[in-house]
């Protein structure tokens, strides 16, 4: 009867001692996920800010640790608020991170190539033919 009594007095005790590390546990896991998670949304919150520079014209990303980015936070739909501001003050202290905008697209104009007279091939039985007696009365 004895060893029953001890396994019934130690079983409450186990359970206690097995709740008790399982919520030491969860609460090193929360611990850890919310570390993630910090970790993750400073993660988003600098590529952000890259994209956002670049739109600006930084010439340098390295210039954004030059600045100061605790003006800069997420909304919940992961919307950054205060670049704007923050890039437009940046610019007035230190112009020499951003190159001068133009209001032209990067993109240039394709070189100009004298027009192609069309070749018989490419042309209708039509369009030959008026290119012919072109052709014809200027002889």
Same mark, same amino acid.
């Given at each position: 009867m004895s060893v029953? /009594?001890?396994i019934a007095s130690d079983a409450p005790e186990t359970e206690e001692t097995s709740i008790n590390v399982l919520a030491t =546990?969860? #609460?090193t896991l929360e611990r850890a996920l919310e570390e993630v998670q910090a970790q993750a949304r400073e993660r988003i919150k600098l590529a952000e800010l890259k994209a956002a520079a670049l739109q600006a014209g930084m010439l340098d990303l390295d210039g954004l640790? !030059? !600045?100061d980015l605790s003006s800069i936070e997420i909304d919940e739909n992961g919307n950054m608020i205060g670049t704007e501001a923050l890039f437009a =003050? #940046? /610019?007035r202290e230190k112009p020499w991170l951003f190159r001068a905008l133009s209001s032209s697209s990067r993109a240039s104009a394709p070189p100009a190539q004298p027009p192609r007279m069309k070749l018989a091939t490419e042309m209708t039985e039509e369009e030959y =033919? #008026? #290119? =012919?007696a072109e052709l014809l009365r200027r002889r």
């Open positions: 029953e /009594k001890d =546990r969860v #609460a640790k !030059l !600045l =003050r #940046a /610019k =033919r #008026a #290119a =012919r």
